[in-house]
């Protein structure tokens, strides 16, 4: 089970979730906003009123695991196969979108973007009071959760489950890197074209777009960047 998204961007009225594909009867549910919708349009020679779910679906069945190489954005979905029953779940670099899961080998898999699924479903839940304590001191583990049978997937993960069972896979992570050598002036213009192109990638919507400052610097800066866009 899975908790769908709300219709955030034009292209969600396109693919009511869950989503299967006729042709090759996999089945998707996501919550999802791609940042490069434009460049999946293009690279996968679909319309741009190509709903995000679909476009991951149809990556999927072109490129297998390897699609999540051509995502950004955040996201989390599941993609069902129904041919032999296996399952395969994702999420974005950061786990900006987050999945939830548990597993009971022989017994059942669940999996939402919310808890409701899980006290509904679960035959067993058990508070998780060492996530409380370490979410106390600010350091609480990325995959553990306030349910010691619930785990959250991990940014940059993907799962696998099937006959043999759940398998979890990285197929990203943040490496380190050596700065070029430019001037100052080269740097702040490398910022500015980065920051143009990060803002400017969220600004897809189904309305109006407004923003919430917190009166932080970062919140301030998105939000005068997008009105100089907009």
């Known amino acids: 089970m899975y908790a769908t998204q709300r219709f955030i961007t034009p292209q969600c009225a396109d693919c009511l979730m869950p989503y299967q594909d006729k042709q090759s009867q996999l089945w998707i549910n996501a919550d999802v906003y791609l940042t490069n919708h434009e460049f ?7 319309d741009n009123s ?4 679909k476009l991951i679906l149809l990556a ?3 490129y297998g695991a390897n699609c999540l190489d051509y995502f950004s954005g955040y996201f989390s979905f ?5 041919l032999d029953k296996s399952l ?5 670099q950061f786990s900006n979108n987050p999945l939830y899961y548990s597993y009971e080998e022989g017994k059942q898999f669940i999996c939402a973007n919310e808890f409701s699924p899980f006290r509904k479903l679960s035959s ?16 609480f583990s990325l995959t ?6 619930v785990f959250r997937l991990k940014g940059g993960h993907y799962l696998i489950v099937d006959q043999t069972g759940c398998q979890q896979h990285c197929y990203w992570e943040l490496k380190k890197s050596k700065l070029p050598k430019m001037s100052r002036e080269r740097y702040y213009q490398e910022f500015r074209n980065i920051f143009y192109n990060a803002v400017n990638s969220c600004l897809r919507n189904n309305g109006e777009n407004c923003s ?5 610097m970062d919140s301030s800066s998105v939000s005068v960047q997008a009105a100089i866009i907009l």
């Open 212 to 216: 919430q400052i917190s009166g932080g």
């Open 60 to 62: 999927y069945i072109k």
């Open 144 to 149: 553990e959760t306030s349910y010691q049978e």
């Open 78 to 82: 599941v993609i069902y196969n129904p």
């Open 50 to 53: 190509t709903a995000d779910a």
């Open 88 to 92: 395969f779940a994702a999420v974005d």
């Open 124 to 139: 067993q839940l058990t508070i998780n009071e060492k996530h409380f304590l370490e979410i106390t001191f600010d350091t």
């Open 40 to 46: 999946l349009c293009e690279l996968l020679q679909a």
